[in-house]
Structures are given as structure tokens and as C-alpha cells.
């Protein structure tokens, strides 16, 4: 199962990141290091309400439903439940009212499941309950409680296992980043002023990465309604590509090629705090992924902007503070590592010359939740909620 499972993460990354890649370089003056607000595709702009009426794009204008994601929350435990009921044919899954009643009546316990059903599936499965309700018009804050809803139900219900302390946290809180973020770069690449093979790959590229929107778009038929090219927040997408090789046991006759991509994506300005309205109008993604026959080494981080502000502490110097929710995801041959957290940070910038400045971070960080299953751990099943502080400095 381990095996198969690294197997869809590695064809499904080679499609994002071939697909991405196309997409981009569809629009005119792209840069490997600065992508231009005016010339990349057609996505998120500042949200307004009226009436009821949510506009993401002037191209995606639809109401907001309340009803329809608790459907599709509902829908999407039961399609999941099924394949392991019928067709994997698990144990867990054999629910019925008496195992609906233990659960309620002996409530939560920790559980010991395997480091990528709690630290991925788990964060995924939330990310598409959040996600049910994003597509379909509703904010932020009112979208999170339907990942919340969507896992208590799966604890609860949908397996014969009791509800475990570990993936009410994880499902829903880490899901949240995880959905906000591909909820917005997935309508980065939807562009209704597209047509033919270019329209069809922007939009399964999108539903690849959205499932949940690219099956609202389908309901409501915005898939192949004709649209007008819209302007995109500001961001800055990098993509390197390359191979490099580990020794292991610092040995140079065992040593092994890993094939690497990355992304580093910065959405919005860290400073333009005037523009941040609402949860990660400016969040930052790093991802790596390096590909080697039976082994992978990935890593995962990202921070979204809860609240921010300016500060004074050093003339010649922006200063901000805020609020940011961030995850960390390692695996590597030696540990898999995961933690969703809640940072509070200074950041500073200093003009160095007229073509160079140097960005400092303080933070503190409060670990919500937090797994890793290592070749040296000494136990396991225990999460420590702690504080960490972390400092940066970069030129």
C-alpha cells in the first residue's frame, strides 16, 4: 500500500508540474524569477459581497450556498467509506449503530496509524471539506467550520475505530491550509477567455489540484462558460529543476541520483499589509520533491497571513507584525516529519543599497499538532504540543 500510494504522489506531481509549466508559459514576458501581475493567467482578485453575490473574478460570479458543501461533505465521507467497504473491504469500515453508539459513548482516544494516512490523507480528506464550501461562494471563516463538521462526522460515523484526538486536529486545522492555498492557485490557472485544448488543460489542471471546485465548476457549468481575462493578485512563482546525488553512511561507493523539482511560490507582498483583507491574501508555499527508484525525498512548507500590521522599531526599515498559520511536512530516508502550527512573527526588511536589503524574522510558534515516525524514535502514539522560537536572517 505504501508503495502504491508513493507511486500516485509521483505521477500525480509529474502532471501538476508539467501542466503548471505549460499553462505559465502560455502568457507573454514570464520570468523564472518575477512573474508579472499583467501577463499570467486569470485568477483570485479581492473578493466583494453584495447581496449575497460573491466575486472571486469578474469571471466567476456565483451566490453563496450554504446547503449544497454540507451535501457534498456528506456525500464525499460516504464515496470514501464505500471504496473501503466494498471494494479494499477493511475491517474499520464495517460500521453499523452499534459501533455509531461506542463511539459516541467512549469518546476520543489517540491512534496509532501510519505516518502518511495521519500527516497526508488525513490533512487532504479536510482540505476537500474545506474546499466543498470555498467553491461554492462562502469565506474563509465560514468555510472552516465544514472541514470541522466533515471530520467530527467521519469520527464519529464512518469507521468502527474510536474518534481519535490526533485527526480532529489534523483533518480539519491543517486541511484549512492546505484547501485555502489550492483553492487559490487553482483559480490562478482557470481563465474563461480561454478556449480549445488550452481551456481543457487549465481546467483539469485546476480540478487536479481543487478537486472540490473543479466539481462545483461542473455543477454549475462554469467549465465551459465563455469569460473575460481578468487581472491576478500579485505573485511570484519559481521553478528549478535538477539532479543531485546523496551519499549515505558517508560512504562514497553508496550514494544515490535523486531527479528534483521545486516550487517556490509567494503569493501577494509579505509588506503590502494594506492589501492583506482576509486569511492568506499573502502566503508563501516551498516544495521539493526529489525522485529516486524505491526512495523519495520530499519537503513541504507553508505560511498563510491571519492577521498583520505595521510596526515601528528602526528608522530606514519596514517593520511588520502578525499572526501566520503554517505546516511543515519532511519525509526523508532517515525520519518523516510533520507539524501544522500557529506562529506569531516580527519581520523586518533593511536597505542595504539601492540593489540590496536584508529581511530578518523573529518568531515564536505554538505546535498544535505535531508526528514523525523515525528510524531513531524511542516511542510513539504521544503528540507534545510546545513552543518553539526561530529566528532568520537572509541577503
Given at each position: 500500500?505504501?508503495?502504491?500510494?508513493?507511486s500516485?504522489?509521483?505521477?500525480?506531481?509529474?502532471?501538476?508540474?508539467?501542466?503548471?509549466?505549460?499553462?505559465?508559459?502560455?502568457?507573454?514576458?514570464?520570468?523564472?524569477?518575477?512573474?508579472?501581475?499583467?501577463?499570467l493567467?486569470?485568477?483570485?482578485?479581492?473578493?466583494?459581497?453584495?447581496?449575497?453575490?460573491?466575486?472571486?473574478?469578474?469571471?466567476?460570479?456565483?451566490?453563496?450556498?450554504?446547503?449544497?458543501p454540507?451535501?457534498?461533505v456528506?456525500?464525499?465521507?460516504?464515496?470514501?467509506?464505500?471504496?473501503?467497504?466494498?471494494?479494499?473491504?477493511?475491517?474499520?469500515?464495517?460500521?453499523?449503530?452499534?459501533?455509531?453508539?461506542s463511539?459516541?459513548?467512549?469518546?476520543?482516544?489517540?491512534d496509532?496509524?501510519?505516518?502518511?494516512?495521519?500527516?497526508?490523507?488525513?490533512?487532504?480528506?479536510?482540505?476537500?471539506?474545506?474546499?466543498?464550501?470555498?467553491?461554492?461562494?462562502?469565506?474563509?471563516?465560514?468555510?472552516?467550520?465544514?472541514?470541522?463538521?466533515?471530520?467530527?462526522?467521519?469520527e464519529?460515523?464512518?469507521?468502527?475505530?474510536?474518534?481519535?484526538?490526533?485527526?480532529?486536529?489534523n483533518?480539519?486545522?491543517?486541511?484549512?491550509?492546505?484547501?485555502?492555498?489550492?483553492?487559490?492557485?487553482?483559480?490562478?490557472?482557470?481563465?474563461?477567455?480561454?478556449?480549445?485544448?488550452?481551456?481543457?488543460?487549465?481546467?483539469?489542471?485546476?480540478t487536479?489540484?481543487?478537486?472540490?471546485?473543479?466539481?462545483?465548476?461542473?455543477?454549475?457549468?462554469?467549465?465551459?462558460?465563455?469569460?473575460?481575462?481578468?487581472?491576478?493578485?500579485?505573485?511570484?512563482?519559481?521553478?528549478?529543476?535538477?539532479?543531485?546525488?546523496?551519499?549515505?553512511?558517508?560512504?562514497?561507493?553508496?550514494?544515490?541520483?535523486?531527479?528534483?523539482?521545486?516550487?517556490?511560490?509567494?503569493?501577494?507582498?509579505?509588506?503590502?499589509?494594506t492589501?492583506?483583507?482576509?486569511?492568506?491574501?499573502?502566503?508563501?508555499?516551498?516544495?521539493?520533491?526529489?525522485?529516486?527508484?524505491?526512495v523519495?525525498?520530499?519537503?513541504?512548507?507553508?505560511?498563510?497571513?491571519?492577521?498583520?500590521?505595521?510596526?515601528?522599531?528602526?528608522?530606514?526599515?519596514k517593520?511588520?507584525?502578525?499572526?501566520?498559520k503554517?505546516?511543515?511536512?519532511?519525509?526523508?530516508?532517515?525520519?518523516?516529519?510533520?507539524?501544522?502550527?500557529?506562529?506569531?512573527?516580527?519581520?523586518?526588511?533593511?536597505?542595504?543599497?539601492?540593489?540590496?536589503s536584508?529581511?530578518?524574522?523573529?518568531?515564536?510558534?505554538?505546535?498544535?499538532?505535531?508526528?514523525?515516525?523515525?528510524?531513531?524514535?524511542?516511542?510513539?502514539g504521544?503528540?507534545?504540543?510546545?513552543?518553539?522560537?526561530?529566528?532568520?536572517?537572509?541577503?
Amino acid at each position: 500500500m505504501v508503495n502504491k500510494t508513493k507511486s500516485y504522489i509521483n505521477i500525480l506531481a509529474v502532471v501538476l508540474a508539467s501542466a503548471i509549466l505549460f499553462l505559465f508559459a502560455t502568457d507573454k514576458k514570464i520570468s523564472a524569477q518575477n512573474f508579472s501581475i499583467n501577463n499570467l493567467p486569470s485568477g483570485l482578485s479581492k473578493s466583494e459581497m453584495n447581496s449575497g453575490i460573491v466575486i472571486e473574478n469578474d469571471s466567476m460570479l456565483h451566490r453563496k450556498n450554504y446547503w449544497l458543501p454540507a451535501v457534498e461533505v456528506v456525500g464525499l465521507n460516504f464515496g470514501v467509506w464505500a471504496y473501503h467497504r466494498y471494494i479494499n473491504k477493511e475491517g474499520w469500515s464495517a460500521i453499523s449503530w452499534k459501533s455509531i453508539k461506542s463511539n459516541f459513548e467512549n469518546g476520543f482516544k489517540w491512534d496509532s496509524d501510519g505516518y502518511l494516512i495521519n500527516q497526508f490523507w488525513h490533512p487532504y480528506h479536510g482540505s476537500n471539506y474545506y474546499n466543498t464550501a470555498r467553491s461554492n461562494g462562502l469565506s474563509f471563516w465560514e468555510a472552516a467550520p465544514y472541514a470541522f463538521g466533515g471530520s467530527l462526522m467521519w469520527e464519529y460515523i464512518m469507521e468502527t475505530d474510536p474518534p481519535s484526538y490526533n485527526d480532529i486536529v489534523n483533518t480539519p486545522v491543517t486541511g484549512i491550509i492546505l484547501g485555502e492555498i489550492s483553492y487559490r492557485v487553482s483559480n490562478l490557472l482557470i481563465d474563461e477567455s480561454t478556449a480549445g485544448f488550452e481551456r481543457v488543460l487549465r481546467e483539469v489542471t485546476s480540478t487536479l489540484i481543487n478537486p472540490m471546485q473543479g466539481l462545483n465548476r461542473l455543477i454549475r457549468g462554469d467549465m465551459w462558460k465563455t469569460g473575460s481575462r481578468k487581472t491576478n493578485p500579485d505573485f511570484k512563482l519559481v521553478v528549478s529543476f535538477g539532479i543531485h546525488n546523496v551519499f549515505f553512511s558517508r560512504k562514497f561507493n553508496n550514494s544515490k541520483i535523486y531527479g528534483t523539482v521545486r516550487f517556490d511560490l509567494n503569493y501577494g507582498n509579505l509588506f503590502a499589509i494594506t492589501d492583506h483583507q482576509k486569511p492568506f491574501d499573502y502566503f508563501s508555499l516551498q516544495s521539493e520533491l526529489n525522485i529516486a527508484p524505491g526512495v523519495n525525498i520530499v519537503g513541504i512548507f507553508a505560511s498563510g497571513v491571519l492577521w498583520d500590521s505595521s510596526i515601528n522599531l528602526f528608522k530606514n526599515s519596514k517593520n511588520i507584525i502578525g499572526l501566520y498559520k503554517e505546516v511543515d511536512i519532511h519525509i526523508n530516508t532517515v525520519y518523516k516529519l510533520s507539524a501544522t502550527s500557529l506562529s506569531g512573527q516580527i519581520v523586518n526588511i533593511i536597505p542595504l543599497s539601492q540593489s540590496s536589503s536584508m529581511q530578518n524574522y523573529l518568531g515564536l510558534s505554538v505546535i498544535l499538532m505535531g508526528g514523525t515516525n523515525s528510524l531513531y524514535q524511542v516511542s510513539t502514539g504521544k503528540i507534545i504540543i510546545s513552543v518553539r522560537v526561530q529566528a532568520a536572517r537572509s541577503e
